[in-house]
């Protein structure tokens, strides 16, 4: 079964509204969560890494302001798509490591469709 | 953002037939995932290699972290229709959680 649940699995919002997606470890605690997207027919690319407690990172060209990380607790992440526009539709997806080695488990995607 | 080079990018095979699809990149990883991603779907985990020359099967599946640490092949023994669908490679970065993926090679199986 899944170990990593995202909700919603889709979504579809106006121009300039905001949008949080989550995602939930199951039965494990993440420390540490990651943030993808994913464009049609395109491989995944990390966004960025959730750390709980503290501050997300962001990797290079990712807006940190405009995709808004918290890691409240040890088992949930969300990120929210703040003002969202029509370039931002794609597909997201959370993953969390499991365990001391590492291999990371996959939630079932949001796909956001903007307006 | 980085990316692994995966090859082939797509296959048509037949019902029946072995695949081999690879990964390559020029640096160096401690953990070697790969996935299949369905359609509208997260990926999902197949195999996970830990160290440098491991071979590990799951089922029909078979793969090899490379010995220089910079690659890795999945090999699926006699295709069957459900093996459709999109294999990324996902290398780990030493010293940290993060992964990075490959470009995904779609398969298609003809019946």
């Known amino acids: 079964g899944a170990v990593v649940s995202q909700h919603p699995s889709w979504v579809i919002c106006k121009s300039g509204t905001s949008v949080k997606i989550e995602c939930r470890s199951l039965?494990?605690?993440?420390?540490?969560m990651f943030w993808y997207r994913q464009f049609p027919k395109q491989s995944l690319m990390l966004m960025a890494t959730s750390n709980e407690g503290s501050k997300a990172t962001y990797e290079q060209g990712v807006e940190k302001d405009k995709f808004l990380i918290n890691h409240a607790s040890l088992t949930l992440s969300t990120l929210t798509v703040t003002s969202a526009h029509p370039e931002d539709s794609s597909f997201y997806i959370c993953?969390?490591?499991?365990?001391?080695?590492?291999?990371?488990?996959f939630g079932q995607g949001t796909r956001l469709t903007v307006v | 953002g980085q990316q692994l080079n995966q090859s082939p990018q797509s296959m048509f095979i037949q019902e029946g037939e072995d695949v081999s699809m690879n990964c390559t990149s020029s640096?160096?990883?401690?953990?070697w995932l790969w996935y299949k991603q369905d359609p509208g779907e997260g990926p999902v985990l197949l195999i996970a290699l830990y160290k440098a020359g491991e071979l590990t099967s799951n089922g029909r599946l078979t793969a090899q972290f490379g010995i220089t640490r910079k690659d890795s092949f999945l090999n699926i023994s006699a295709s069957i229709p459900s093996d459709v669908g999109i294999y990324f490679c996902a290398g780990q970065l030493p010293g940290t959680y993060k992964y990075i993926f490959g470009t995904g090679t779609r398969l298609k199986v003809l019946a």
């Open positions: 039965d494990f605690q993440a420390t540490t």
């Open positions: 640096s160096i990883f401690n953990t």
């Open positions: 993953s969390a490591p499991r365990g001391t080695n590492t291999e990371a488990f």
